[in-house]
């Protein structure tokens, strides 16, 4: 019974850090911060467009990739839509122009171990990872504002560990640094969604 004490709170302890809020919000605060800022303030532009996902092939044309992909896309849509219904309502903050800022995400790189690998493989199932460029576009010039590249990976022990919850909080993680990212840099008040 002694063993078995040891094993079940480790993993309540990973499991744990996986979820903590406080340490989620850090994260993905330090996370934007490295990113490059944009060439020209965000808070210039009066309406904000966000586009679907893109995909490399190599995403595109594997089935389950595709699947996880458009699963960050919906999570992204959720976050960034009320943020920029809000933003296009109050007409750019006093944007003294009427352009429009476009917001083009690409999945670059993307394995995501599934539920079920992670189960049978654990840790030898290896690292989930995803990349995205976040391309940021003025509408009226065509000229690229910014385009960082959002990159995240999740260890295979803490994805064994967590039962792959650490595997699927990737695309909460990069859907909330690519928000954080574009209210950092338009002036609000950057808060990370749960």
Known sequence: ???????????????????????????????????????????????FELKPLAMVESVANDEAKAAVARDL????????????????ADGG????SASTLIVQPRVTRLRVISGANRAFAGAWAGESSIAMDLELRDAGTGAVVASPSIARSANAAAGAWSFGATDQNLLNYIADIALQYLQEHRGDKPRAEK
């Open 1 to 47: 019974m002694k063993h078995l004490v040891i094993p079940v709170v480790v993993i309540a302890v990973l499991a744990g850090c996986a979820s903590d809020p406080g340490r989620r919000e850090r994260i993905i605060k330090e996370q934007s911060e490295r990113l490059a800022p944009p060439t020209s303030p965000l808070s210039s532009y009066a309406r």
């Open 73 to 88: 896309e919906r999570r992204m849509q959720e976050r960034m839509q009320p943020v920029f219904a809000r933003w296009n």
């Open 93 to 96: 903050n006093g944007a003294a």
